[in-house]
C-alpha cells in the first residue's frame, strides 16, 4: 500500500492546471501551498472540531473455488470466482482493462491499492447492489492519513456489454476512491463515482430518450426540493451525480480533476480504534474554504448552490417544477407544494403569453424563520434559451425579497427559482443526515 504524501496530493490536485485551491480559493496572488496549507489544517482539527463519519466498514473478500485467478497481462488486476469456467470471468477481465485504461490513464485517477500479491482482485458474486462495487479489506497503519486497500465486487450473472462495463467500472472507481478519500460520506461518494462512470464508460451515459435510460436522473430532478445530497436512496445519490458533473465541467481544466480534487484535498485522519471515520474535512469543505478565498466576486458556496438550481433547470431531464401557471390577471399566491431541504431548489413558472404590451410582474417572496433562501428570476425565451438572470436581493437573515420584472419583450416565460442556501449556524455538513425543510410563500400581480 502506497501513502500519498501531502505534495503528491497537491501534485494530484494541481494536475492539468486545474488548481482548485489556486483558480477557486486563493486568488491569483496567493500561491499553491498556501491553499493546500489551509485544507491540511482542516485535516488536523482539534478532537472538538471533528465530525462523525460513517462507519468504518470492512469486509473479507468472499470463498473462491480452488482455481487461480484471471489477471491481466496490462494492469494488477485479477478476477476470481468461485466456477472458473463462468462465462463472465475473461469478460469481466476485459472490462477491467478498459476501465484502468481510462480511469488510471485520461482521467489520472489514483490507482486503487492492491494487496500482498501485488493486485487489485475482483470477485464474481450474486446479487451485488448496483452492480459492481468495492468493499474494504483493511486500513493502511502505516499511513499518517485515511487510505484503504480493497476489492471489488461484481455481479456474476451480468453478460458481456453495457450493464457489465458500467458495473466493473463502477466498482474500479470505487475502490480508487477508497484509496484516496476512503472517509467520504457515502451519498457524496456515490455520486462522485457515478460522475466518473459517466465520464469513462460510454454506457454510463444514457440516452435520456429511452423508456428506462437515465432512470437515476430522472429521480434526482423529479425531487429538487431534497438535499443534494441523500443516502436514503441509491438512485437519488447516483443521480446526484448531475451536480458533481457539473461542478467537474464548470471548474476543472480535464475531466475529472474537480472530483480527484475534492478526494486528494480532503485527507482525513481517523483514530486506530474508532469505529467511525473523521469527517473532518469534507469535500463541501474543501468548496468553502476554496470560494471564500477567491478574488471572484459573488464567489461562495451559496453561490454555487444557486448556480446549480439555475443549471439543473437546463438539464435534461429538467427540474420539476413546483407551479406552472399563466400570466396572472389578478394577484395570486402560491405556496410551496415540498418544503425546500438546505442545498435544494424549487421552481415557479409563470407564461408571458396573455400579458398586455407593457406588463411587469410584481414578485413578493417570503420563507419560514431560521431558513435561509435565495432567489433568482429567469427570462427565457421560446427556444428555452436564457435571456437574463436576475437575482432577488435580500437582507443577510431576512424572511422576504421581493423585485418587479420589467422590459418583458421577447420573454416567452419567467422562471422563478427558489433556494435553500443552509443553516447560519455551521457549514453544510454531508454527513449529518437530517436536515430541516423551510416552506415559502410567493405573491405575483401583473403591473
Known amino acids: 500500500m502506497r501513502e500519498a504524501a501531502p505534495s503528491a496530493r497537491a501534485h494530484i490536485a494541481l494536475r492539468g492546471g486545474l488548481a482548485l485551491l489556486v483558480t477557486l480559493g486563493a486568488g491569483p496572488a496567493a500561491p499553491a501551498c498556501s491553499s493546500i496549507a489551509s485544507i491540511e489544517r482542516l485535516a488536523h482539527a482539534d478532537v472538538a472540531d471533528e465530525r462523525r463519519g460513517p462507519p468504518v466498514v470492512l469486509e473479507d473478500p468472499p470463498p473462491t473455488g480452488p482455481e487461480p485467478p484471471a489477471c491481466s497481462l496490462r494492469h494488477p488486476v485479477c478476477v476470481r470466482t468461485a466456477d472458473r469456467a463462468s462465462h463472465s470471468t475473461f469478460a469481466v477481465l476485459l472490462a477491467a482493462d478498459r476501465a484502468w485504461d481510462v480511469l488510471s490513464g485520461p482521467l489520472a485517477l489514483p ?7 501485488g493486485a487489485w482482485e475482483i470477485y464474481l458474486v450474486d446479487g451485488v447492489v448496483e452492480g459492481g462495487r468495492a468493499a474494504l479489506r483493511e486500513r493502511d497503519p502505516r499511513s499518517r492519513l485515511d487510505r484503504g486497500t480493497s476489492f471489488g465486487l461484481v455481479d456474476g450473472r451480468l453478460r458481456a456489454g453495457c450493464d457489465l462495463d458500467v458495473a466493473v467500472t463502477r466498482a474500479m472507481a470505487s475502490a480508487m476512491m477508497l484509496a484516496a478519500s476512503p472517509a467520504v460520506d457515502p451519498g457524496s461518494g456515490r455520486a462522485e463515482v457515478e460522475a466518473i462512470v459517466r ?10 430518450g429511452g423508456p428506462d435510460a437515465n432512470a437515476d436522473a430522472i429521480e434526482f430532478q423529479r425531487l429538487p426540493e431534497r438535499t443534494l445530497i441523500d443516502p436514503s436512496s441509491m438512485a437519488f445519490d447516483r443521480g446526484a451525480s448531475l451536480f458533481f458533473g457539473w461542478l467537474d465541467d464548470t471548474f476543472a481544466r480535464e475531466p475529472a480533476g474537480l472530483i480527484d480534487a475534492l478526494w486528494s484535498l480532503a485527507p482525513t485522519k481517523t483514530p486506530a480504534d474508532a469505529w467511525r471515520w ?43 417544477e413546483a407551479w406552472h401557471i399563466p400570466w396572472p390577471d389578478h394577484a395570486r399566491r402560491l405556496a410551496s407544494p415540498e418544503p425546500v431541504y438546505p442545498t435544494g431548489s424549487s421552481y415557479v413558472v409563470v407564461d408571458h403569453a396573455g400579458a398586455r ?33 436576475l437575482p432577488v436581493t435580500s437582507l443577510e437573515r431576512g424572511t422576504r425579497a421581493s423585485m418587479t420584472v420589467e422590459s418583458l419583450e421577447g420573454v416567452d416565460r419567467l422562471v422563478i427559482v427558489g433556494v435553500n442556501v443552509g443553516s447560519t449556524d455551521h457549514p453544510f455538513d454531508p454527513d449529518q443526515g437530517e436536515w430541516e425543510p423551510h416552506g415559502w410563500l410567493l405573491t405575483l400581480e401583473a403591473e
Open 278 to 320: 473523521n469527517a473532518t474535512p469534507t469535500g463541501f469543505d474543501v468548496l468553502r474554504v476554496s470560494l471564500q478565498r477567491s478574488a471572484l466576486e459573488g464567489s461562495s458556496l451559496e453561490d454555487l448552490w444557486v448556480r446549480f438550481a439555475v443549471a439543473r433547470m437546463h438539464a435534461t431531464p429538467s427540474a420539476r
Open 111 to 117: 490507482e486503487p491499492d492492491v494487496d500482498l500479491d
Open 199 to 208: 465520464l469513462a464508460s460510454p454506457c454510463g451515459l444514457a440516452d435520456p
Open 357 to 389: 404590451p407593457g406588463q411587469s410582474l410584481r414578485i413578493e417572496a417570503a420563507w419560514e424563520d431560521y431558513g435561509r433562501m435565495r432567489w433568482v428570476v429567469l427570462k427565457l425565451d421560446a427556444a428555452g434559451g436564457t435571456i437574463a438572470t
